[in-house]
């Protein structure tokens, strides 16, 4: 059974870093994508980022591109998000999903219906 851990979320002031990771166990293909989404207080989830563990594919929404940045170790089977400069409006539950068999798209971020393993999310609270 595929699980995802994440950690890594807290509390960090405006202008602040924070490193998330998703571990991830339970595969049977060897071929994976991670997928970032969050979701904030009173809105809809939104997908952030990918990244595929056998090819190079990777997507950076465009609002957070430049702040946020992806990366796995396939040593490991984690996957990182790196958020820099964060504001308060990056305030939301970050949650890590993962598919086999699944291609990241250059162009448009992941899709919720696409990932068929989640993980429970870790809450990042951007305050003074």
């Known amino acids: 059974q595929v699980q995802l851990v994440e950690s890594g979320g807290g509390l960090v002031q405006p202008g602040g870093s924070l490193s998330l990771s998703c571990t991830a166990s339970?595969?049977?293909?060897?071929?994976?994508?991670i997928g970032w989404f969050r979701q904030a207080p009173g809105k809809e989830r939104e997908g952030l980022s990918c990244?595929?563990?056998?090819?190079?594919?990777?997507y950076v929404l465009d609002s957070v591109k430049g702040r946020f940045t992806i990366a796995i170790d396939n040593a490991k089977n984690t996957a990182y998000l790196h958020l820099n400069s964060l504001k308060p409006d990056d305030t939301a539950v970050y949650y890590c999903?993962?598919?086999?068999?699944?291609?990241?798209?250059?162009?448009?971020?992941?899709?919720?219906?696409?990932?068929?393993?989640w993980g429970k999310g870790t809450l990042v609270t951007v305050s003074v």
């Open positions: 999903a993962a598919a086999e068999l699944y291609l990241c798209s250059s162009y448009m971020p992941p899709q919720e219906y696409g990932m068929d393993y």
């Open positions: 990244i595929g563990n056998r090819d190079s594919s990777t």
């Open positions: 339970g595969f049977t293909s060897g071929s994976y994508a």
